[in-house]
């Protein structure tokens, strides 16, 4: 995320369209591997192209189904090493926050996001 503005909207508008597609798409399959790029990539379209309420819902889709996954995996028996991609949905969700003026908001999702950094270190 680099709060840039992307000048060719309508291309980007097409490509947003088709990133929701693709989130749709592939929330119906078991390996979240795809889905989880497909987010990280709609965050990045989103953040260009300016819409930042947008960015907070696809935030916390996001955020849903990385919870879900863990969820279920530890059910499982698996520990699952996520700390990266909740790094990068975090990050995603200070973008929106500091692009619309809400920096205590953006201070206190940085925390969280290097609580993730530090873990995802060790």
Same mark, same amino acid.
């Given at each position: 995320?680099?709060?840039?503005?992307?000048? *060719?909207?309508?291309?980007?508008?097409?490509?947003?369209?088709? /990133?929701?597609?693709?989130?749709?798409?592939?929330?119906?399959?078991?390996?979240?591997? #795809? #889905? /989880?790029?497909?987010? *990280?990539?709609?965050?990045?379209?989103?953040?260009?192209?300016?819409?930042?309420?947008?960015? @907070?819902?696809?935030?916390?889709?996001?955020?849903?189904? #990385?919870?879900?996954?863990? @969820?279920?995996?530890?059910?499982?028996?698996?520990?699952?090493?996520?700390?990266? @991609?909740?790094?990068?949905?975090?990050?995603?969700?200070?973008?929106?926050?500091?692009?619309?003026?809400?920096?205590?908001?953006?201070?206190?999702?940085?925390?969280?996001?290097?609580?993730? #950094?530090?873990?995802?270190? @060790?």
């Amino acid at each position: 995320m680099h709060g840039w503005h992307i000048s *060719n909207n309508a291309t980007f508008s097409e490509a947003k369209k088709s /990133l929701e597609e693709s989130v749709q798409t592939l929330s119906k399959e078991e390996d979240i591997s #795809l #889905l /989880l790029s497909a987010y *990280n990539a709609l965050g990045e379209t989103l953040d260009g192209l300016g819409h930042y309420q947008e960015l @907070r819902v696809i935030t916390l889709e996001w955020k849903a189904v #990385l919870d879900n996954y863990k @969820r279920e995996a530890l059910e499982k028996g698996y520990t699952p090493s996520l700390n990266g @991609r909740y790094l990068y949905c975090t990050l995603a969700a200070t973008v929106a926050e500091i692009e619309t003026n809400n920096y205590d908001k953006a201070a206190k999702l940085l925390a969280q996001a290097l609580l993730f #950094l530090q873990t995802k270190a @060790r």
